[in-house]
């Protein structure tokens, strides 16, 4: 038996469904950029929107365009998941980057003797940089001032002459999960990419950067965020309509050969239940698949699986979202569960409700904002489940 969906790692290119006008900028501005020879500037692109809503997916799938739809052109591109342990200070930031950059590199055209010894001679430095600073104090490493001793701007540029000089078109730098730049100093490291990215540009250097990050950076950071953000075309991913969940569900099993059809009102209710959202549709599609694998999938079968369809979905992740909130919270969720519509305002739900509450459950991404004090659960198959929930003591008022 084949099974295609993989909720738990970015979609495999092949798989990747949806979001063309992305893919197509991206796609466009790569173009536009070689055949003016870098007149037409790289694009940045920032890549924005909500857990699991494709953003890892959709650098996985820049990488595979750039592998296999760039014909002729001369390549170098690396991607570089950002974790906060690597943005503890600007310099092991950078240091991490770099270091990614020159290690875990895709390029469409072999790099010569002369490039590969730029970087070998770079990863020498880096590492012994990164021996001194371990050997160091706190405060003997503030008094060397070592903490400015990588120069990002100035080893990308002497990258890119390198690369230039072996008749390079482009080079694209993709940071996974931007937002742990705010692990700590509160995001100054921004600050730092922003000014040698400006410097990088000015100096002619041809280098594209795409960011991925949560859709609340912004406002939460404003002051700090806009002018790095100004640097970039934001695209913020939203939930799939109804075509783009269609092609999610048949395209793996097309690409595949698998022998397997889903009702077009099944594809409703995975459409409805999962508010079109990537991950879940790819979690509910793995589970189906594992137990109707070939034939066609009609809506009694959904309906009958649909329970522990429920069940699955608890112990991937709604379970954890119930116990990320507080009793307060829990009780405020099993609340709105009940509610008969699906949007309600605070007072709908029972008056006096801490504004702060709603706020920390939207921040926590299990309550959406949909308008001017409109709010909605996070998806429709967590409000079954909830209903599901016997209510216990989190609910001591009824
Ligand atoms: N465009 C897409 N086409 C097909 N599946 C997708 C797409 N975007 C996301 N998915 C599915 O959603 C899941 C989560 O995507 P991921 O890229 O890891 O999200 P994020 O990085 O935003 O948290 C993936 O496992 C994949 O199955
Ligand atoms: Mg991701």
């Known amino acids: 038996m084949k099974n295609p969906y993989n909720p738990r790692g970015p979609a495999d290119p092949r798989y990747y469904a949806n979001r063309e006008y992305l893919l197509s900028t991206f796609k466009n501005n790569i173009k536009e950029v070689i055949a003016s020879k870098g007149v037409t500037k790289p694009l940045n692109i920032a890549v924005m929107g909500q857990w699991g809503i494709g953003k890892t997916s959709t650098l996985i799938k820049f990488r595979d365009i750039i592998q296999n739809e760039s014909k002729g052109a001369k390549i170098f591109s690396s991607f570089v998941p950002l974790k906060p342990s690597c943005c503890v200070d600007a310099d092991t930031f950078f240091a991490t980057v770099l270091e990614t950059v ?32 371990l050997s ?26 390198k690369l230039k000089a072996h008749d ?15 692990t700590h100093e509160k995001g100054e490291i921004l600050y730092d990419i922003r000014t040698d990215m ?3 540009a000015a100096d002619g250097a041809l280098f594209m950067f795409v960011i991925t990050g949560p859709l609340r950076l912004y406002p939460e950071m404003r002051d ?7 640097l970039f075309e934001r695209f913020d991913l939203v939930p799939f309509d109804i075509d783009g969940t269609r092609e999610q569900i048949e395209k793996p099993l097309a690409v595949e050969r698998i022998k397997l059809t889903i009702s077009e009102e099944v594809i409703r209710k995975l459409h409805e ?44 992740k709604f379970n954890d979202d119930f ?17 008969p519509k699906i949007e309600f305002s605070p007072l709908e739900i029972g008056g006096r ?46």
């Not at 590199?105 to 070998?120: C, G, H, M, N, W």
């Not at 730098?173 to 742990?180: A, F």
């Not at 700090?224 to 100004?230: S, Y």
């Not at 459950?361 to 409000?383: C, D, Q, T, W």
């Open 323 to 339: 116990a990320q909130a507080t009793d307060a919270e829990k009780e405020i969720l099993l609340k709105v569960a009940r509610f």
């Open 168 to 182: 390079f078109d482009l080079a694209i730098i993709m940071l996974d999960d931007i937002q742990y730049v705010f």
């Open 136 to 161: 160091l104090s706190p405060e003997v490493e503030r008094k060397q001032a070592i903490v400015s001793a990588v120069n990002f701007k100035d080893i990308l540029l002497r990258f890119w002459d």
């Open 353 to 398: 409700l801490k504004a702060t509450l709603l706020d920390r459950l939207v921040s926590k991404g299990l309550i959406e904002k949909v308008g001017r004090g409109r709010y909605r659960l996070y998806n429709p198959m967590f409000a079954d489940y909830l209903r599901s929930k016997k209510s216990g003591k989190a609910n001591p008022d009824e």
């Open 224 to 230: 700090k965020a806009e002018p790095f953000t100004r």
């Open 273 to 316: 239940g999962t508010g079109g959202h990537p991950y879940f549709v790819s979690l509910a599609m793995r589970y189906l698949v594992n137990r109707i694998p070939e034939g066609k999938i009609m809506p009694d079968d959904f309906k009958a699986w649909y329970p522990n369809l429920i069940d699955s979905f608890a112990k991937e």
């Open 102 to 133: 020159f290690r875990d590199y895709k390029t469409t055209a072999p790099l010569s003797e002369k490039v590969q010894d730029f970087i070998r001679e770079e990863l020498d430095i880096l590492n012994r940089w990164k021996l001194t600073k």
């Open 198 to 200: 400006q410097a990088l």
